[in-house]
């Protein structure tokens, strides 16, 4: 890494679906950073809403690759990482919103510590921008981030300066290119959903840091259609990928002892979940999720091979924790039902007391 008298120079690739809305605001944000961009670079998974055209309009210098299909965000994102010319990429979905001097204050957190392969800023909702949406979370041994202030006013959140965190959530990351290739990048196979705590694991058991920036603020937009959570009802399609890619990602990445050690309360929350979904109509997603997990078997076995050979004797229990579980607000319980929920975090929290020191 240059000397600190030096300025790093950062590519930015910006992932991009049918975001011509969002577009003018990502790329406005980017072009006014403190911390001018080296190389900008969009990829495109296959838009049809004039999303080239945007683009060609307000930043006419930004590299455009544009891929044969939508297969998420992942595949792009790698693209990004594979065509970049700097060692630094910062990855973007299009619906963030970077404050000025965000990229800034990344890079100078990415210079303080060498052994960080991602560094992320405090995302907050748009329309509500002194509310925390996404800075982080630690790794819930049934195979969620639980995180760190998700919700909170900003005010009130936990946490100053750069933060060692064990995950990192994928809106906006400026990652170390080399290692995050090294590590395999984003599984395409997750295709949206998980794909962010499956890399953060993959780089954590590899002896990786990831921080967070807290003073580094990005404003998320709208989501991804048809799977992000912001209003009432629970979306189908998000059913089914909860469903599939957590699977996937227990069995991709846990140790056969952690799985054992962990099976009970994998089991009893499976059992809750099943019973959300029940009560909001999406319990054929979820249960079709799990028929494409075993579909998906044979290249889930492949996958948890090449993932154990890479591992740098860092133990599942040193970065599992066993709760508390995170909730959207959209459903988060009241009466009855808050009281069940209570006494589901209580359980698994007991069990992971009893249990954790038997993981792998």
């Known amino acids: 890494m240059p000397s600190s008298a030096e300025p790093v120079p950062v590519s930015v690739c910006v992932t991009n679906y049918q975001g011509a809305e969002h577009l003018p605001h990502c790329l406005g944000a980017l072009q006014a950073q403190t911390l001018a961009v080296d190389e900008l670079i ?58 000025p001097d965000a990229l800034e204050r990344l890079v100078a957190a990415a210079r303080s510590r060498p052994d960080a392969a991602l560094v992320q800023p405090r995302s907050v909702f748009f329309d509500q921008p002194d509310r925390v949406h996404y800075d982080g979370g630690a790794f819930h041994y049934v195979g969620l981030f639980s995180l760190r202030n998700f919700g909170r006013p900003l005010a009130a959140a936990e946490g100053q300066g750069v933060v060692d965190v064990p ?51 990005c404003r998320h937009r709208g989501g991804t259609a048809g799977i992000s959570f912001r209003a009432r009802a629970y979306p189908r399609r998000r059913a089914f990928l909860h469903s599939r890619n957590r699977w996937m990602f227990l069995a991709q990445n846990y140790r056969l002892r952690t799985l054992l050690a962990a099976a009970p309360g994998i089991a009893l929350y499976e059992l809750a979940w099943a019973g959300f979904c029940l009560a909001s109509g999406t319990l054929l997603d979820h ?36 709760g508390p579980l995170t909730l959207s607000p959209q459903i988060a319980p009241r009466g009855v039902r808050a009281a069940l929920v209570s006494g589901l975090n209580a359980m698994l929290a007991l069990w992971w007391r009893l249990a954790g020191r038997l993981a792998g």
């Open 42 to 99: 969009v990829v495109d998974n296959a838009s049809s809403d004039g999303s080239r055209e945007v683009v060609q309009r307000v930043a006419p210098a930004a590299r455009w690759i544009e891929l044969p299909a939508n297969e998420g965000p992942c595949p792009a994102r790698n693209a990004g990482l594979q065509a970049a010319r700097n060692d630094w990429v910062l990855l973007v979905d299009n619906d963030a919103v970077l404050a």
């Open 167 to 217: 995950g990192a959530v994928s809106v906006c990351l400026l990652a170390d290119r080399r290692a995050v290739l090294e590590a395999g990048a984003f599984d395409p196979a997750f295709f949206v959903l998980f794909e962010d705590l499956d890399l953060s694991w993959r780089l954590r058991v590899r002896g990786h840091a990831i921080l967070s920036v807290e003073e580094a603020l």
């Open 287 to 322: 249960l079709r999720g799990k028929l494409a997990f075993f579909a998906a078997l044979p290249r889930v076995l492949a996958q948890r091979r090449r993932n154990a050979h890479a591992r740098a004797g860092v133990r599942d229990r040193d970065l599992l924790v066993g």
